[in-house]
Each structure stands twice: as C-alpha cells, then as structure tokens.
C-alpha cells in the first residue's frame, strides 16, 4: 500500500496502520482508474463523464430510456418480442435533438437541486451541536441552543 501510494504521489506519513493505509488508498483509488475503452473514445475525440452510481435523474438516458419504454408500452398490443424490440428502434431513431437538450437541462436542473440542499444541510448540521462532556445546557460559547426542541431534549 505505501508502494502505491508513493508511487502515485499521494501524501502519506510511513507510521500509518494498515486500516489508515487502506482507507487512504480507498479515497484516491477512483482517480487513478482507466479504462481501455477510455483510451479508445480519447484516441476518437471523445470524452468519457462518469456519473455517480444510483442517481438516474443525473443521466439523460434514463430519461430517453423512459420516452422509449412510455412508447413501446403504449404501440405494443402484440406481446412479440419481435414486435417490442421494431417499436424500440422505431422511437429510438426518432428521438430528436430537441428531446436530447430537454432531458440535459432536466438533468443539470436535478444536480443543482442536490448541490443546493447540500448547502443547506451544511448549514443545518453546523448548528446541531451536542456536548457530551458539557453540564450545562449551554453551548461553550455560552449561547443557549436555538433549535427548537434541542434545548428540552439536553434536560
């Protein structure tokens, strides 16, 4: 582990544990991943954006995706795999750039509302203080607790 980590000049101090190690070699793992498919879209121009694992409002295509299963469900009267799979490809071909664009703005609007409420628990979690080693019912700034319903709960 200080083998890849000093070879990859991540900062680390050499009285580390192992779980400390490991744990640092978890955090910085992710950014020294590659993938031959990476290389493959870069040799071509292309640029790969990896999105986060469970969030599929932060990704167009599963909103395309839903468009294309919306379409089939409403067309497919056959119950054929054949027939399921001629409707797919008929709405995937007709999937404008327009409907692109919409569900791209739909996605960034999505982020921005996470980014938004992670500011807000920011500074939420900033004001829950709780003193475990404190007697009294105040803070160490001598401030009583304004959030409601704290102050009866630290009695």
Same mark, same amino acid.
């Given at each position: ?5 000093? =070879? /990859?000049?991540?900062? *680390?101090?050499?009285?580390? +544990?192992? $779980?400390?190690?490991? #744990? ?16 493959? =879209? /870069?040799?071509?121009? *292309?640029?790969?954006?990896? +999105?986060? $694992?469970?969030?599929? #409002? ?98």
């Amino acid at each position: 582990m200080i083998d890849w980590l000093t =070879l /990859r000049n991540i900062e *680390h101090s050499s009285t580390l +544990l192992k $779980p400390q190690l490991y #744990e640092l070699v978890l955090q910085n793992k992710a950014r020294f991943v590659e993938y031959k498919i990476d290389e493959i =879209l /870069r040799q071509h121009g *292309h640029t790969v954006l990896r +999105l986060p $694992p469970y969030h599929p #409002e932060f990704n167009p295509i599963e909103y395309i995706w839903g468009i294309v299963k919306t379409y089939v469900a409403k067309k497919n009267v056959a119950m054929n795999i054949k027939v399921i799979m001629s409707l797919a490809e008929e709405k995937m071909n007709a999937i404008t750039v327009e409907e692109w664009r919409k569900v791209c703005l739909h996605a960034i609007e999505e982020e921005n509302k996470y980014q938004g409420r992670d500011a807000a628990l920011d500074t939420i979690s900033e004001r829950i203080i709780i003193y475990l080693n404190n007697s009294s019912d105040e803070s160490e700034d001598g401030d009583d607790c304004d959030m409601p319903g704290v102050d009866e709960l630290l009695e």
